[in-house]
Nanobody, 120 residues
Framework: QVQLVESGGGLVQAGGSLRLSCAAS????????MGWYRQAPGKDRDFVAR????????FYPNSVKGRFTISRDNSKNTVYLQMNSLKPEDTAIYYC?????????????WGQGTQVTVSS
């Protein structure tokens, strides 16, 4: 069964940076796209970033494009989210996601989340 464990969240001032990590289990991690989502209190869970299995392509919404970078190291079964120029509106719980498929299962898989708080 797929296990995803996020780390790296914390409290940072506006304009600062954080790097989140997601440690993933399984021997077929390298065959799966991976993503990051976030959820603020009282709001929907929003898409943040996605990376293809080989790391060759990445996708971002306009809200984070140019500030956030998703990457992966398939030799370490780890996906990263580098967050720069952080804003208070980035405050949320950040979740690592394996989409539905052979690796993520029929419903996809989620980590437990890590809190990111950006102060002004």
């Amino acid at each position: 069964q797929v296990q995803l464990v996020e780390s790296g969240g914390g409290l940072v001032q506006a304009g600062g940076s954080l790097r989140l990590s997601c440690a993933a289990s399984g021997r077929t991690f390298s065959n799966s796209d991976m993503g990051w989502y976030r959820q603020a209190p009282g709001k929907d869970r929003d898409f943040v970033a996605r990376i293809t299995a080989s790391g060759g392509s990445t996708f971002y919404p306009n809200s984070v494009k140019g500030r956030f970078t998703i990457s992966r190291d398939n030799s370490k079964n780890t996906v990263y989210l580098q967050m720069n120029s952080l804003k208070p509106e980035d405050t949320a719980i950040y979740y690592c996601n394996a989409p539905p498929g052979d690796y993520g299962g029929p419903l996809g898989s989620w980590g437990q989340g890590t809190q990111v708080t950006v102060s002004s």
